[in-house]
């Protein structure tokens, strides 16, 4: 398996709140991306990276902010937590754009 | 825009055969992922189809044809342990890669 870790696997935060999910990768692959997933939505895209400090917002990236000053972290940022962000987070990992290794997820709860 | 349609459960026998089919619409396209997630866990990936045709890996297959937006995972000799959403990912021509809402396989015994 793929060396990747996330920190926390599980956070309650309240409204309002900053929050910082990590995603840490042995492996280091070029591509670094994380992904929510809800029910009824399937995996979206919230950020990627291609390199260190070169980052770019996917499909759902309002609410979010990413930072990668090292090729193993990549740093997904809530600045002010709201309830629509309660969601299981996935950090994924490629070499290229092909086959993309997936961490263990951050289950994450906003009162 | 980006549409990807899958079922969103099947039912099958232990030891059956079940084909998941997929059709998609994308922003250009360069290939077609598919993935295995088990409840609760991360997703594990299963194949990669660029060429149209079928690709045969152990018990698990996938077909593409580029030129129907359509594509199958077929599953053989099914096992309890096969219970699992599996996700149909289009990649477009950006190399983002679209994941589906999943299809839940239930096998029963």
């Known amino acids: 398996d793929a060396g990747i870790t996330q920190s926390p696997r599980h956070k309650v935060t309240e409204t309002g709140t900053p929050v910082t999910l990590r995603c840490h990768q042995t492996?280091?692959?070029?591509?670094m991306y994380w992904y929510r997933q809800d029910p009824g939505h399937g995996l979206r895209l919230i950020h990627y990276?291609?390199?260190?400090?070169?980052?770019d917002k996917g499909e759902v990236s309002d609410g979010y902010s990413v930072s990668r000053s090292k090729t193993e972290d990549f740093l997904l940022t809530l600045e002010s937590a709201t309830s629509s962000q309660t969601s299981v987070y996935f950090c994924?990992?490629?070499?290229?754009?092909?086959?993309?290794?997936f961490g263990p997820g951050t289950r994450l709860t906003v009162l | 825009g980006q549409n990807i349609d899958q079922p969103t459960e099947m039912t099958a026998t232990e030891g059956a055969i079940v084909q998941i089919n997929c059709t998609y619409q994308?922003?250009?396209?360069?290939?077609l992922f598919w993935y295995q997630q088990h409840a609760g866990e991360a997703p594990t990936f299963l194949s990669y189809n660029v060429l149209d045709g079928l690709e045969e890996k152990g018990r698990f297959s996938s077909f593409l044809s580029r030129s129907k937006g359509y594509s199958y995972l077929l599953l053989k000799e099914l096992q309890m342990k096969d219970s699992a959403s599996y996700l149909c990912?289009?990649?477009?021509?950006?190399?983002?890669?679209?994941f589906g809402k999943g299809t839940r396989l239930h096998i029963l015994p």
């Open positions: 990276s291609y390199g260190v400090k070169d980052t």
């Open positions: 990912a289009p990649q477009n021509r950006d190399d983002k890669i679209i």
């Open positions: 994924a990992i490629s070499e290229d754009y092909n086959e993309q290794f």
């Open positions: 994308t922003s250009g396209f360069n290939g």
């Open positions: 492996e280091n692959h070029r591509y």
